[in-house]
Nanobody, 122 residues
């Protein structure tokens, strides 16, 4: 069992940066792949970024490639999402998730946090 708690969301202006954190508790955090997803009002949850358990490999959605960076600190049971050059279309609730697969598909993740709101004003 893994519990996930996101933090770091907020209201920012276009072009600003935010760093989201996801603190994990429970067993064997460093054996899980981690992902960030987001859901905007009226839209389906979408993949943002993922990272292997080792941190050796990352992948991003095309919409955030070059602006967002996912990283993890297994010693601190934490995964991060550094978001730069934010755009109004990045406005959403951001969720972190843990799963055994290195996947961009939400249903492949077993554990989810409660989400943190990010609002980007123009």
């Amino acid at each position: 069992q893994v519990q996930l708690v996101e933090s770091g969301g907020g209201l920012v202006q276009a072009g600003d940066s935010l760093r989201l954190s996801c603190a994990a508790s429970g067993r064997a955090f460093d054996s899980y792949g981690m992902g960030w997803f987001r859901q905007a009002p009226g839209k389906e949850r979408e993949f943002v970024a993922r990272i292997r358990w080792s941190g050796s490999t990352t992948r991003y959605a095309d919409s955030v490639e070059g602006r967002f960076t996912i990283s993890r600190d297994n010693a601190k049971n934490t995964v991060f999402l550094q978001m730069n050059s934010l755009k109004p279309e990045d406005t959403a609730v951001y969720y972190c998730a843990a799963g055994r697969l290195f996947s961009p598909i939400a249903r492949d993740y077993n554990y989810w946090g409660q989400g943190t709101q990010v609002i980007v004003s123009s």
